[in-house]
C-alpha cells in the first residue's frame, strides 16, 4: 500500500513552503515517525515525518520546489522489504558498466534541476556539479543545459563574468541566500502590496517606568526568579490600548472584519535565520512577572530552533524593538493577518520642556504602523497617543488591572 507525504498545515498567513532537504533518499527504509524531509517557511523550519513503516517508492518535490499546504512529497510503500542481496548486486554490476553515469545520478539527487533538464543530463552525461540554473530559487533548466552543450567549457565561474559591462572584482563576495531568507523576501513584498501601511510616531518619557524597576528589581527577582523589563509594561500598556481601541486587534477577512475578544501578543525575536514573531497568550490575563517569564522562555526556544508552528499562529497584534540592535526610530511592517503593530526604539537621554523649565528626561520614540484600508489615520493617533500616556504613568495599569 502507498502511503502519501502531504505538506502539512503551516503558520497562520502562510501557505507555501519552499523544499529544503530531503534526509532519506529514494528507496531507502524508513520507519513511521522517522524525519525525512525539511521544509523552510518564511517563520520556520519545518520536519515532515513518514506517516509509515516502509520504503520511499517516489520523490514528486525535490530540493527547491515550491509547495503549498496538501501537495504530495512523495509516497512510501509499505507492502516490500528490504532490497535482496541480488538486487544490490545488479545495482553494482550497473554502476560498474556505467560510473559516470551513476555519479550524476547521485549528484541529481541534490541538484535543483527540472524534470526535462534532468533527462537532458543523464541522456548527454552532462556533469551538474558546476552549472549555475538561470531558474526559480537557481533551478537548473532545459535551457542551461542546451547553453551548455552549445559551450561545453562555460561553468559557474565563467557565467558569473561572462559579461562584458561588468568588471571582474577581486573585493567582492557572492552570498547565497538561505531559502528563509528567500521566502522572507517575498513575504515581505506582499505585505507591502497586499495592504496599506501606514505609520504613526509619538514620543514617551520612560521616567516613570525606570524609576518603578529601580524601586522594585530585586524585589522582583527574589520572588520571581527573573527581571523586571521594559516589555511587560508594553504589552501591559497595548492590551490595555487595543481594549479601548478594538480594531486594531482584528483582521481583514473579505468585506468583513473579524475583532478579537482575546489578546494574543506577537513578540518579535531575532534569530541567526531571521525574525520569527512567536506569541505570547492571553496576554491580558498574564501578571507581569508571567509576561517576563512567558518572553524569555519564547525567545529561548526561537534562537535554539525549537519552537513550533502553533507558537507562531494565532497572534493578534504584534510588538517589536528595534531598540536593543541601537535602533532611535523605524517603521515596522505588519504581520498579516494582523492588522496593527507597535515599535520599540533605543532610549536616549533627551531635553524636554516640562511646566516651563528644561529637563532632561530618558525619551522613546514609539511607532505603530496599522492598515490604513480599515483603520483611520485618527484612530490609530489615539491608540499610540494612549500606550504614551499608561507608560508616562504606569500606575493608570495597576488601576486598570
Same mark, same amino acid.
Given at each position: 500500500?502507498?502511503?502519501?507525504?502531504?505538506?502539512?498545515?503551516?503558520?497562520?498567513?502562510?501557505?507555501?513552503?519552499?523544499?529544503?532537504?530531503?534526509?532519506?533518499?529514494?528507496?531507502?527504509?524508513?520507519?513511521?515517525?522517522?524525519?525525512?524531509?525539511?521544509?523552510?517557511?518564511?517563520?520556520?523550519?519545518?520536519?515532515?515525518?513518514?506517516?509509515?513503516?516502509?520504503?520511499?517508492?517516489?520523490?514528486?518535490?525535490?530540493?527547491?520546489?515550491?509547495?503549498?499546504?496538501?501537495?504530495?512529497?512523495?509516497?512510501?510503500?509499505?507492502?516490500?522489504?528490504?532490497?535482496?542481496?541480488?538486487?544490490?548486486?545488479?545495482?553494482?554490476?550497473?554502476?560498474?558498466?556505467?560510473?559516470?553515469?551513476?555519479?550524476?545520478?547521485?549528484?541529481?539527487?541534490?541538484?535543483?534541476?527540472?524534470?526535462?533538464?534532468?533527462?537532458?543530463?543523464?541522456?548527454?552525461?552532462?556533469?551538474?556539479?558546476?552549472?549555475?540554473?538561470?531558474?526559480?530559487?537557481?533551478?537548473?533548466?532545459?535551457?542551461?543545459?542546451?547553453?551548455?552543450?552549445?559551450?561545453?567549457?562555460?561553468?559557474?565561474?565563467?557565467?558569473?563574468?561572462?559579461?562584458?559591462?561588468?568588471?571582474?572584482?577581486?573585493?567582492?563576495?557572492?552570498?547565497?541566500?538561505?531559502?528563509?531568507?528567500?521566502?522572507?523576501?517575498?513575504?515581505?513584498?506582499?505585505?507591502?502590496?497586499?495592504?496599506?501601511?501606514?505609520?504613526?510616531?509619538?514620543?514617551?518619557?520612560?521616567?516613570?517606568?525606570?524609576?518603578?524597576?529601580?524601586?522594585?528589581?530585586?524585589?522582583?527577582?527574589?520572588?520571581?526568579?527573573?527581571?523586571? !523589563?521594559?516589555? &511587560?509594561?508594553?504589552?501591559?500598556?497595548?492590551?490595555? $490600548? +487595543?481594549? @479601548?481601541? /478594538?480594531? #486594531? *486587534?482584528?483582521?481583514?477577512?473579505?468585506?468583513?472584519?473579524?475583532?478579537?475578544?482575546?489578546?494574543?501578543?506577537?513578540?518579535?525575536?531575532?534569530?541567526?535565520?531571521?525574525?520569527?514573531?512567536?506569541?505570547?497568550?492571553?496576554?491580558?490575563?498574564?501578571?507581569?512577572?508571567?509576561?517576563?517569564?512567558?518572553?524569555?522562555?519564547?525567545?529561548?526556544?526561537?534562537?535554539?530552533?525549537?519552537?513550533?508552528?502553533?507558537?507562531?499562529?494565532? !497572534?493578534?497584534? &504584534?510588538?517589536?524593538?528595534?531598540?536593543?540592535?541601537? $535602533? +532611535?526610530? @523605524?517603521? /515596522?511592517? #505588519? *504581520?498579516?493577518?494582523?492588522?496593527?503593530?507597535?515599535?520599540?526604539?533605543?532610549?536616549?537621554?533627551?531635553?524636554?520642556?516640562?511646566?516651563?523649565?528644561?529637563?532632561?528626561?530618558?525619551?522613546?520614540?514609539?511607532?505603530?504602523?496599522?492598515?490604513?484600508?480599515?483603520?483611520?489615520?485618527?484612530?490609530?493617533?489615539?491608540?499610540?497617543?494612549?500606550?504614551?500616556?499608561?507608560?508616562?504613568?504606569?500606575?493608570?495599569?495597576?488601576?486598570?488591572?
Amino acid at each position: 500500500m502507498l502511503h502519501e507525504i502531504i505538506v502539512p498545515e503551516l503558520a497562520e498567513s502562510t501557505v507555501e513552503a519552499t523544499v529544503a532537504s530531503w534526509l532519506k533518499k529514494d528507496g531507502e527504509i524508513v520507519s513511521k515517525g522517522d524525519v525525512i524531509i525539511e521544509l523552510d517557511t518564511d517563520k520556520v523550519s519545518l520536519e515532515i515525518v513518514s506517516p509509515s513503516n516502509g520504503t520511499i517508492k517516489e520523490v514528486k518535490k525535490t530540493v527547491g520546489d515550491v509547495v503549498k499546504v496538501g501537495e504530495i512529497l512523495g509516497t512510501i510503500d509499505d507492502s516490500g522489504s528490504a532490497p535482496s542481496k541480488e538486487s544490490e548486486i545488479e545495482d553494482v554490476e550497473v554502476k560498474n558498466e556505467d560510473e559516470s553515469s551513476g555519479q550524476i545520478k547521485e549528484k541529481e539527487k541534490s541538484v535543483n534541476i527540472t524534470p526535462v533538464a534532468k533527462k537532458i543530463a543523464e541522456k548527454e552525461n552532462i556533469d551538474l556539479e558546476n552549472i549555475i540554473g538561470t531558474g526559480p530559487n537557481g533551478k537548473i533548466t532545459k535551457e542551461d543545459l542546451l547553453e551548455i552543450k552549445k559551450d561545453p567549457v562555460k561553468s559557474e565561474s565563467d557565467i558569473n563574468i561572462s559579461n562584458d559591462n561588468v568588471p571582474e572584482r577581486k573585493d567582492e563576495e557572492i552570498v547565497k541566500l538561505s531559502r528563509r531568507r528567500i521566502t522572507i523576501a517575498k513575504r515581505l513584498k506582499d505585505v507591502q502590496s497586499e495592504t496599506v501601511m501606514t505609520t504613526t510616531y509619538n514620543e514617551v518619557d520612560l521616567s516613570s517606568v525606570i524609576a518603578i524597576r529601580k524601586k522594585y528589581q530585586d524585589q522582583f527577582v527574589k520572588k520571581h526568579n527573573t527581571k523586571l !523589563g521594559f516589555m &511587560s509594561f508594553f504589552v501591559k500598556a497595548s492590551v490595555n $490600548s +487595543l481594549q @479601548s481601541f /478594538p480594531h #486594531l *486587534n482584528a483582521e481583514l477577512h473579505q468585506d468583513e472584519l473579524i475583532v478579537k475578544k482575546y489578546y494574543d501578543i506577537g513578540i518579535a525575536v531575532a534569530t541567526d535565520e531571521g525574525l520569527v514573531v512567536p506569541v505570547l497568550r492571553g496576554a491580558d490575563k498574564l501578571s507581569s512577572a508571567e509576561i517576563e517569564l512567558g518572553i524569555a522562555k519564547l525567545a529561548t526556544k526561537s534562537r535554539e530552533k525549537k519552537i513550533t508552528l502553533q507558537e507562531l499562529q494565532g !497572534g493578534t497584534f &504584534s510588538i517589536t524593538n528595534g531598540g536593543v540592535f541601537g $535602533s +532611535l526610530m @523605524s517603521t /515596522p511592517l #505588519l *504581520n498579516p493577518p494582523q492588522v496593527g503593530i507597535l515599535g520599540m526604539h533605543k532610549i536616549m537621554e533627551k531635553p524636554l520642556a516640562v511646566d516651563g523649565e528644561i529637563v532632561i528626561r530618558p525619551v522613546m520614540m514609539l511607532a505603530v504602523t496599522y492598515d490604513h484600508r480599515i483603520i483611520d489615520g485618527s484612530m490609530a493617533v489615539q491608540f499610540l497617543v494612549r500606550i504614551k500616556n499608561l507608560l508616562e504613568d504606569p500606575y493608570q495599569l495597576l488601576i486598570d488591572a
